[in-house]
């Protein structure tokens, strides 16, 4: 057991979520990737921040994907991002993203699209330090390698001749991620689906957890195998109750379909999109006056 007196003792990683993006998301923040999939486990509390600080900021490169939702289409539709890798964006059986095709429709951000797999590929390969990932090769039957800004590119195959399929390597600058419970340490526990967000964690520079729940260190030293993300890796913990509202926390609450056909809805137009996120980002001063505000109207409804 190592002398923690000697080799100098943990220090608690816990913050708030305003704490949280002031030190860890640089004002121009090289590349991002917001965890989760769909509606579910997005760090929503953390991308709701960035939006409320989104003066001066810029994401120059927003990594959404493999399957993007509610937290890309607000910092596309804030006007913070400047190009998107994309393998999908949208709201499942809600529909497609609405600040997402506004913005792309009129030009901006820059979009490189990419297959769900290929971009998964390209982030393991980012964070293994391996210049670029190979996909596969039925990529040559799809329109992706001939679309504008393409990542798609052809080398030749020095062991069965021809040509291979490669895409750069991504290694994002943050990672937004939420894992349901957590130790002040940073060791991470993941209560149900992971989807891609260990694989997002373990290649990026620098990790923010929102967890629901802080636990005992003593967790991870009975149950080392279940540490999703390794307390190493995190540059912060972020403990926040409903933290992923509007979409899940697996093993702690479902999705709010009431209030994702209310963002849907309201960011169907410009001056609806900033009216939401004057309501839900810019007015609430902490998490709990947006989860009265959510809950207040809600059941006015």
Not at 271 to 299: H, I, L, T
Request: aromatic letters at 8%; a neutral charge.
């Amino acid at each position: 057991m190592v002398n923690e007196a000697a080799a100098g003792e943990r220090r608690s990683k816990i913050c708030t979520v305003t704490e949280a993006i002031t030190r860890f998301v640089p004002a121009t923040c090289p590349s991002l990737v917001v965890g989760g999939m769909h509606l579910h486990n997005m760090p929503m509390a953390l991308v709701r921040e960035i939006v409320r600080q989104r003066a001066g900021r810029q994401i120059e490169t927003l990594i959404a994907g493999p399957a993007a939702g509610l937290g890309a289409d607000l910092l596309i539709g804030a006007g913070l991002v400047r190009e998107a890798i994309v393998s999908y964006i949208g709201l499942e059986h809600f529909g497609l993203a609405p600040a997402f095709r506004r913005a792309a429709a009129a030009g901006r951000p820059v979009i490189h699209d990419l297959d769900a797999f290929a971009l998964l590929e390209a982030v393991r390969a980012g964070g293994a330090g391996l210049p670029l990932a190979v996909v596969l090769p039925g990529v040559a039957q799809t329109d992706l390698p001939a679309a504008p800004h393409s990542l798609y590119r052809q080398l030749p195959d020095p062991y069965r001749g021809g040509s291979a399929w490669v895409v750069p390597a991504i290694r994002p600058a943050v990672a937004l991620i939420s894992c349901q419970e957590a130790d002040a340490y940073g060791n991470g526990f993941f209560r149900g689906a992971t989807f891609a967000d260990r694989t997002l964690a373990l290649a990026a520079d620098t990790v923010i957890l929102l967890v629901e729940k802080i636990v005992d260190p003593a967790a991870a030293l009975k149950a080392p195998l279940a540490v999703g993300i390794p307390g190493f890796r995190v540059a912060a913990v972020v403990p926040v109750g409903f933290g992923c509202h509007p979409t899940s926390s697996h093993r702690y609450y479902n999705y709010d379909d009431v209030h994702i056909q209310t963002y849907q809805r309201l960011a169907a137009t410009e001056a609806g999109f900033w009216d939401y996120v004057k309501r839900y980002c810019d007015e609430p001063a902490s998490q709990d006056d947006y989860m009265n505000r959510v809950q207040e109207e809600e059941w006015q409804r």
